[in-house]
């Protein structure tokens, strides 16, 4: 099993930043690729990024590349969202989710459903 834990959500302003960590636990050496998902209310949770097990290789979805990074820290069991430019559309929920299996060069990564394990959320909420 695996355990993750978000932190590092608030309230701030539009063009602020902000970073998000996730911390795994438990049989987190059995990790895959981590990502990073949210959910607004009344919507459906949508793909943010996602990071291959090594670090290097990332993938964003059209409405944060270029303003969100990914990272992760294998030594500290930690993957990492960095978000500038903040706009209140990304106000929502955000989810660490972690998988043993699913891959980088899938076609399902950026699927809630790819994810076996998820963390609780941490709310974001960007002012305008």
């Known amino acids: 099993q695996v355990q993750l834990e978000e932190s590092g959500g608030g309230l701030v302003q539009a063009g602020d930043s902000l970073r998000l960590s996730c911390v795994a636990s438990?049989?987190?050496?059995?990790?895959?690729?981590m990502g990073w998902f949210r959910q607004a209310p009344g919507k459906d949770r949508e793909f943010v990024a996602a990071?291959?097990?090594?670090?290097?290789?990332?993938r964003y979805a059209g409405s944060v590349k270029g303003r969100f990074t990914i990272s992760r820290d294998n030594t500290e069991n930690t993957v990492y969202l960095q978000m500038s430019g903040l706009k209140p559309e990304d106000t929502a929920v955000y989810y660490c989710?972690?998988?043993?299996?699913?891959?980088?060069?899938?076609?399902?990564?950026?699927?809630?459903?790819?994810?076996?394990?998820w963390g609780q959320g941490t709310q974001v909420t960007v002012s305008s």
């Open positions: 990071v291959s097990r090594n670090g290097g290789i990332t």
């Open positions: 989710a972690a998988d043993r299996t699913v891959g980088i060069y899938s076609g399902t990564y950026h699927k809630p459903a790819s994810y076996e394990y």
């Open positions: 438990g049989h987190s050496i059995s990790i895959s690729v």
